[in-house]
């Protein structure tokens, strides 16, 4: 849980490091093609690497010492996250808003987790046939939410290419819980020999574009709630579906239903925030700021 938490922190923080580079140069040398090497060679931006390296040193070594429906649950906190580390950072005013959505995710966490208490399975345990089906079914639903991305207008597009881009990274933690235990059996040559590492390579590139699309096509507020939730609920069907991990049973499921409820309001609440907006550089964030310069003028 520390690991994963670090790793959320870390994640936010290399961010909006590399936020504050972007602005920074475009302030300066404008949004010219040369603003990108000017922004990369920032120390902002190279401390963000920096720090984004070691935060996935931290999800790996936590996804080997727990199971992927305890660990990618808890990344929903990158959310809250960036957006208070965002505000030490870059500056703004957070609302009770913001922090009544903020306490409802760690409540609802809590809850979830308190009461469901996953636990145990091996990735590598599952056997073959699991694990192709699970590929299968795993890439066409991905490739599903794509089509009807691509085939959709404005918030449609954003939601599905945020639904796939969730299911993307959420996969690719799966191969790399498949990969950490796999290291701990027998070291490098293990992982090499491992036939879902291999996975990573055609797994990852479609991952990082469903992000790009989704955080390209539009508001923030369609296309970060499947963004976030996508990762937690693709790894913990997967985790308690195929890969053997156990949660509690009985009225336990009942709390962590209620749990997962309060945490899925307080990420649509967030994604709504105008403070997350501008951070993220949104349409929305640039109507919202003429709109509070206008009444400044006024």
Same mark, same amino acid.
């Given at each position: 849980?520390?690991?994963?938490?670090?790793?959320?922190?870390g994640? /936010?923080?290399?961010?909006?490091?590399?936020?504050?580079?972007?602005?920074d140069?475009?302030?300066?040398? @404008?949004?010219?093609?040369?603003s990108? =090497?000017?922004m990369?060679?920032?120390?902002p931006?190279?401390?963000?690497?920096?720090? +984004?390296a $070691? *935060?996935v040193?931290?999800?790996v070594?936590a996804?080997?010492l727990?199971?992927i429906s305890?660990?990618?649950?808890?990344?929903v906190?990158?959310?809250?996250?960036?957006?208070?580390?965002?505000?030490?950072?870059?500056?703004?005013a957070l609302?009770?808003?913001?922090w009544?959505a903020?306490g409802?995710?760690?409540v609802?966490?809590v809850v979830?987790?308190?009461?469901?208490?996953?636990?145990?399975?091996?990735?590598l345990?599952?056997?073959?046939?699991?694990?192709?089906?699970?590929?299968?079914?795993?890439?066409?639903?991905? @490739?599903?939410c794509?089509?009807?991305a691509?085939?959709?207008r /404005?918030?449609?597009?954003?939601? +599905? %290419?945020?639904?796939?881009?969730?299911? @993307?990274?959420?996969?690719?933690?799966v191969?790399?819980?498949?990969? /950490?235990?796999a290291?701990?059996?027998?070291?490098?040559?293990e992982v090499?020999?491992t036939?879902q590492?291999?996975l990573?390579?055609?797994?990852a590139? !479609? *991952? %990082?574009?469903?992000?790009?699309?989704?955080?390209?096509?539009? =508001?923030?507020? &369609?296309?970060?709630? $499947?963004?976030?939730?996508?990762?937690p609920?693709?790894s %913990?069907?997967?985790?308690?579906g195929?890969?053997?991990?156990? !949660?509690?049973? @009985?009225?336990?499921?009942?709390?962590? &239903?209620?749990?997962a409820?309060?945490?899925?309001?307080? !990420?649509f609440?967030l994604? =709504?925030?105008?403070?997350? /907006?501008?951070?993220?550089?949104?349409?929305?964030a640039?109507?919202?700021?003429?709109?509070?310069?206008s009444r400044?003028?006024?």
């Amino acid at each position: 849980m520390v690991l994963v938490l670090l790793a959320c922190l870390g994640n /936010a923080l290399a961010l909006t490091l590399q936020r504050k580079a972007a602005q920074d140069s475009a302030r300066q040398r @404008g949004l010219s093609a040369g603003s990108f =090497r000017d922004m990369v060679r920032r120390p902002p931006w190279l401390f963000g690497i920096v720090i +984004f390296a $070691g *935060a996935v040193i931290c999800q790996v070594l936590a996804l080997q010492l727990g199971s992927i429906s305890l660990v990618q649950p808890v990344l929903v906190m990158e959310l809250p996250f960036t957006l208070l580390v965002g505000w030490w950072i870059l500056g703004g005013a957070l609302r009770p808003y913001e922090w009544s959505a903020v306490g409802l995710m760690s409540v609802g966490l809590v809850v979830l987790l308190a009461c469901l208490r996953p636990h145990g399975g091996q990735a590598l345990e599952a056997g073959n046939v699991r694990w192709v089906l699970g590929t299968l079914v795993t890439l066409i639903a991905l @490739g599903v939410c794509v089509w009807i991305a691509r085939t959709s207008r /404005a918030v449609g597009k954003a939601a +599905f %290419f945020g639904i796939a881009a969730g299911i @993307g990274s959420g996969f690719v933690a799966v191969i790399i819980k498949a990969m /950490a235990d796999a290291l701990a059996l027998g070291g490098l040559g293990e992982v090499l020999a491992t036939w879902q590492s291999y996975l990573l390579i055609p797994v990852a590139p !479609v *991952a %990082f574009w469903t992000l790009q699309s989704g955080l390209r096509a539009g =508001r923030l507020l &369609a296309s970060q709630p $499947g963004l976030t939730l996508g990762n937690p609920i693709l790894s %913990f069907l997967w985790g308690t579906g195929l890969l053997g991990e156990e !949660v509690a049973g @009985g009225w336990w499921l009942l709390g962590g &239903a209620v749990g997962a409820l309060i945490l899925t309001v307080g !990420v649509f609440l967030l994604a =709504r925030s105008p403070v997350l /907006a501008a951070q993220e550089g949104t349409p929305t964030a640039s109507r919202t700021t003429k709109t509070t310069n206008s009444r400044r003028v006024l």
